[in-house]
């Protein structure tokens, strides 16, 4: 072969790869992406049941409630809206009522948020982005939940640098 | 006065930076080899500098001085001696101290090791190691100065997160940073080569021990904080796909890349540019991941609220870099001079093959974890790309590479006979369908997926050991004859058996967990009794204990199998006071290399307590696997022909191997 025949053959391998791998995420990505959602945009936009997307709130004052084996009900709020969510399993070591949460499921046919993965905030300085986000465009962010120490540096939840993924219940 | 010293300290290096990023360049292109040498004792002296800093601040936290606002905020006087000291890069000021020192460790151990690098390569890649640093500097004493004072000191700090209280974190974050960090030497060395727009086989040479050097600290950094999150966070997960470890991972498949691309140009002076590139990218993903980490821009659980400054900061230091290498690649790459040819079908072949699918690999992962920011930017919606996006992308494009890996090294360099190498791999190939068979009835005709995929790893297990027994003549020499050949057999070779191994058993390790796993989540009260795979969990009791800075409750169970008692497991759960947080201490047992994993959930009012208990089969290959792989590379490491002040060897490795 020569020079130009052999470059060829490592450029069209090259673009046959990357085509498969393009075409690998399209396909994924279309499939297995999650949107984020409010319960007041849950209200407006009216999410058919069964999609999957990720809620995320405060948990209401008072809302949390045991069941047996494991079932837990809790309503999860934003200022303006609220939405029943309900879950088996174990609730992660920082879920509290009062404070921020992001669930992953999907709505069943009578509106109650049916969450397989429960992730909660990771320690009293920190709130979701998602939630923050929400809570602040909805002008319900109080400046207490991020509170900064007056000396000007915040306390970070250092484990994010240490590479050590988030804080999560999940229930098969 | 410790903290004015360490913060003193620090600008005197960032001095000596800035002195070693203009003063040597300008040495080079007088040819002035006294200012070119200027660069060997301020890297030296950098390094004395910041190594003060880092001392002052651990001084700092070991002593618990409060008036500090860093210490006030991370540490606690009764916190345990090592999370004193750990809790120095707990935080995000620290950790950013630890990257600089780390950085100045590698800029001295060039100027200390260099010594037969040509003095203008050595000047160029000195300077702009000082580029890197300097910047650095700049972020940490403008930003992030992990000195500053509080106007009247409180009596008590505020704790290091619970989480965090840890051994993981005396090891985790000092590996994954000397290799993320160890990757700047051989963007340095790029830089430099292109600076100099000259570049040939002894540049690789010299790259490579530095590449691998850091690629053994990634392997065993991300290795250790798979294994740190499985056992800490109480879930028993292992990998999350979440976009810190991707920040990770990203840097580790380039580096992975880079290291065969370099080895084909060692070898046979090719793929010059294209392992330019991949240098400048590795260490670019490298500054993206601490982009990723310490600006919180992340959709992610992890990002922590940090103020917007910072951000600006890194993604700053991030475009000159970035932007910068990749401009002078664009503009000096064309002048570096054609590398040699080589068929498709040979050693050089398989390895841009490996290149091939371990960048795509690396992209996708960049998608997945970019993608949702990008679009957050653009149309503000919010979306998250979990596990399922990554297992149908990155995971397909791993599977043919696995398949590839066997076949690389059984290649000749130039033109390889494939015929010949499949041939070879017949046994291989044989074992791998054994295990399928055997699997697939053990299983009594379950799913396919998992036979077919310990299949594969078994095949690249066995096509290692094929490359070994090949290059030894074992089962065709006599056995004294090819003991004697592994005497002889170059170290790198043996590196690369083991690394290649280590994939295949990783793969085992987490085909077996996903597909295996068994669990149990429900309540429990003393004298229950909870069955999985095959063992029998009694909770015996709660009891209350304190610990230096926490409460905690523990549960014990007796864990039998077939009515005899084997052991006990303490799970338990803290509360810091302090903090006021929990954390779960999961309890594991290891037989062989599976687990039994126990960990406590909430306790009801009727004192039923909530428990998760897994069996985790072969879980521990997970683990295993990358650290076979980091011993291949130590063994190559030491191979005297990697190490740097190594004459050049004459051509004598095909010697060594079986005549064909």
Redesign the interface.
Same mark, same amino acid.
């Given at each position: 072969?020569t020079?130009r025949q052999?470059r060829l +053959? #490592?450029i069209g %391998?090259?673009l046959a790869?990357?085509a498969?791998?393009v075409a690998?995420?399209l &396909?994924?990505?279309r499939?297995?992406?999650?949107?984020?959602s409010t319960p007041s945009a849950v209200a407006e936009k009216h999410i058919t049941a069964g999609r999957r997307f990720?809620l995320g709130g405060l948990v209401e004052r008072g809302s949390l409630v045991?069941g047996d &084996? #494991?079932a837990v009900t809790f309503k999860v709020g934003d200022g303006t809206a609220t939405l029943p969510v309900a879950y088996k %399993?174990?609730?992660p070591? #920082?879920f509290r009522e009062g404070q921020g949460v992001?669930a992953?499921g999907a709505l069943d046919p009578s509106g109650v948020f049916r969450a397989d993965i429960v992730?909660a905030?990771?320690?009293? +300085?920190?709130?979701?982005?998602?939630v923050?986000?929400a809570l602040k465009k909805q002008g319900h962010w109080k400046d207490d939940y %991020?509170a900064k120490p007056d000396?000007?540096? +915040?306390? %970070?939840?250092?484990?994010?640098?240490?590479?050590?993924? #988030?804080?999560?219940?999940?229930?098969? | 006065m410790i903290a004015e010293a360490g913060h003193y300290a620090l600008v005197l290096a960032l001095a000596l930076a800035l002195i070693q990023s203009t003063v040597p360049v300008l040495g080079a292109r007088w040819r002035d080899p006294a200012l070119m040498n200027v660069a060997r004792s301020t890297a030296l002296a950098q390094l004395l500098f910041v190594a003060a800093s880092f001392a002052a601040l651990v001084t700092l936290h070991v002593t618990s001085d409060f008036s500090v $606002?860093n210490v006030f *905020?991370?540490s606690h006087s009764l916190k345990p001696m090592i999370y004193k000291i750990t809790g120095v @890069?707990?935080?995000? /000021?620290g950790?950013m101290l630890l990257w600089v020192l780390i950085l100045a460790l590698f800029g001295g151990l060039v100027a200390a090791f260099g010594n037969n690098l040509p003095l203008s390569l050595r000047a160029h890649v000195l300077a702009v190691q000082a580029w890197i640093a300097s910047a650095f500097y700049l972020f940490i004493l403008i930003t992030s100065n992990p000195f =500053?004072r509080?106007a009247n000191p409180p009596l008590e700090g505020?704790d290091?997160?619970p $989480?965090?209280q840890d051994i993981? =974190?005396a090891v985790?974050?000092p590996m994954?940073y000397l290799g993320y960090v160890g990757f700047s030497i051989s963007f340095s060395f790029a830089v430099a080569a292109l600076l100099e727009g000259r570049i040939d086989a002894a540049w690789a040479r010299w790259v490579r021990p530095w590449t691998l050097l850091a690629w053994i600290f990634l392997t065993l950094g991300?290795a250790m904080?798979s294994y @740190?999150?499985y056992y800490? =966070?109480? @879930?028993g997960?292992w990998w999350?796909w979440?976009p $810190? *470890?991707n920040?990770?991972l990203m840097p580790w498949l380039a580096g992975t890349a880079l290291l065969h691309s370099a080895v084909v140009m060692e070898k046979r002076n090719a793929l010059k540019v294209w392992t330019i590139l991949l240098s400048i990218l590795t260490f670019s993903l490298s500054l993206l991941g601490t982009f990723l $980490?310490?600006s919180?821009v992340?959709?992610?659980?992890?990002?922590?609220?940090?103020?917007p400054t910072r951000g600006v900061f890194i993604l700053l230091i991030l475009c000159v870099f970035i932007g910068g290498s990749l401009t002078l690649y664009a503009w000096r790459a064309s002048a570096l001079k054609q590398g040699g =040819?080589?068929?498709?079908i040979s050693r050089e072949g398989a390895l841009?093959?490996n290149n091939?699918?371990l960048t795509?690999?690396c992209?996708?992962v960049f998608?997945?974890t970019l993608?949702p920011l990008a679009l957050e930017v653009v149309t503000g919606?919010?979306?998250?790309?979990?596990a399922?996006?990554f297992?149908?992308?990155f995971a397909?494009?791993f599977l043919p590479l696995m398949i590839a890996v066997p076949f690389g090294p059984l290649l000749a360099w130039k033109r390889g006979d494939l015929l010949g190498a499949a041939q070879r791999l017949v046994a291989a190939g044989i074992a791998a369908l054994i295990a399928i068979a055997v699997l697939w009835a053990w299983t009594r005709g379950g799913s396919a997926f998992a036979p077919l995929a310990i299949g594969l790893a078994v095949f690249v297990i066995a096509g290692a050991l094929t490359d070994l027994a090949e290059r030894t003549g074992l089962f065709r020499m006599p056995l004294t004859t090819a003991l004697r050949r592994a005497r002889g057999l170059p170290r790198s070779s043996w590196g690369t058996v083991f690394a290649h191994a280590g994939v295949g058993v990783a793969l085992i390790g987490i085909v077996c967990e996903t597909t295996w796993n068994s /669990?149990y989540?429900?309540?429990m009260k003393p004298n229950d009794i909870a069955h999985i795979a095959g063992y029998e969990l009694k909770l015996d009791g709660l009891t209350q204990r304190g610990g230096p800075n926490y409460r905690e409750m523990v549960a014990q169970f007796t864990v039998s199998l077939d009515g005899k008692r084997l052991s006990d497991m303490t799970p338990s759960?803290r509360s810091f006071t302090t903090?006021?947080?929990?954390?779960?201490e999961a309890a594991l047992l290891t037989r062989g290399a599976s687990q039994l994993y126990i960990s406590l959930?909430?306790t009801?009012a009727d004192g039923a307590i909530?428990v998760?208990i897994y069996h985790k089969p072969m879980v521990l290959l997970i683990w295993f696997g990358p650290v076979l792989m980091a011993f291949g590379g130590l063994l190559s490491l030491s191979d005297r022909r990697l190490r740097v002040g190594a004459p050049k060897p004459a051509d004598v490795p095909r010697g060594l191997q079986a005549a064909e």
């Open positions: 072969m020079r052999r +053959t #490592l %391998g090259s790869v990357l498969v791998a690998l995420v &396909n994924a990505m499939d297995s992406i999650v949107f984020f990720r045991h &084996n #494991l %399993g174990i609730l070591d #920082l992001v992953e992730l905030k990771h320690d009293e +300085t920190y709130m979701p982005k998602d923050a986000d %991020g000396y000007g540096k +915040t306390a %970070g939840a250092a484990r994010a640098a240490q590479g050590v993924p #988030l804080v999560q219940g999940a229930s098969q | $606002v *905020e991370n @890069w707990g935080n995000h /000021e950790s =500053l509080i505020r290091l997160n $989480v965090l993981g =974190l985790h974050p994954l991300i904080g @740190w999150a800490e =966070l109480g @879930w997960g999350f979440d $810190v *470890e920040a990770s $980490v310490r919180g992340l959709t992610s659980v992890h990002a922590f609220a940090t103020d =040819l080589f068929a498709p841009v093959l091939l699918f795509t690999a992209a996708t998608i997945g993608y919606d919010k979306i998250s790309v979990g399922p996006f297992n149908l992308t397909p494009l /669990e989540i429900g309540t759960k903090r006021q947080s929990t954390t779960t959930g909430d009801a909530a998760r």
